[in-house]
């Protein structure tokens, strides 16, 4: 799988938050109630995470970090940066097969695609990211997990990983 950054997605981002951050701030001021101050923390933190999205040598080495957390997990995959693809705007990573989390549907002994399997997977692969290894994939939407035809939960997409400290 081939990630590609298009030309002028960095500028545009960066127009976006010159307006986003100001007007949130703004928001805050005018109607200070506990939803607004959580947009403008949300606004304000994904304007300083959004570059590190934009930086692919930066996600690859995050992809090869959780990988080497859920090694030789039974129920967990992720898959292998293609190192030869790895560049500030494109990011090669290994294809992994699978239907989005939220399309699983059970079926008579088909244990691989048991909802409840995935969800426990799912739970349990988040608290190990959050409490044991301390790097958060934090973009946890059904089109980032899979579950693949063995039963695996698959991760995807590592553009927003948070190091998270141990206290």
């Not at 244990?111 to 994939?137: I, K, N």
Request: proline letters at 7%; hydrophobic letters at 45%; a negative charge.
């Amino acid at each position: 799988v081939v990630k590609v950054l298009r030309p002028g997605v960095e500028q545009l981002v960066a127009k976006d938050m010159t307006v986003a951050v100001p007007l949130v701030r703004w928001l805050a001021r005018r109607y200070p109630n506990p939803h607004v101050r959580n947009a403008r923390t949300v606004v304000e933190e994904y304007s300083v995470k959004i570059a590190e999205e934009m930086d692919f040598v930066l996600e690859a080495s995050y992809a090869r970090r959780i990988r080497e957390n859920f090694k030789g997990h039974p129920r967990v995959a992720v898959p292998a940066v293609v190192e030869s693809l790895v560049t500030q705007r494109v990011l090669g990573l290994e294809y992994m097969e699978g239907v989005r989390i939220d399309q699983v549907v059970a079926r008579s002994g088909d244990a691989p695609h048991d909802p409840r399997g995935v969800v426990s997977t799912v739970m349990e692969l988040y608290l190990q990211m959050m409490l044991v290894d301390g790097l958060f994939h934090a973009d946890p939407h059904p089109g980032n997990l899979l579950a693949s035809p063995d039963g695996k939960v698959v991760l995807l997409d590592f553009g927003m990983v948070v190091d998270v400290p141990r206290e």
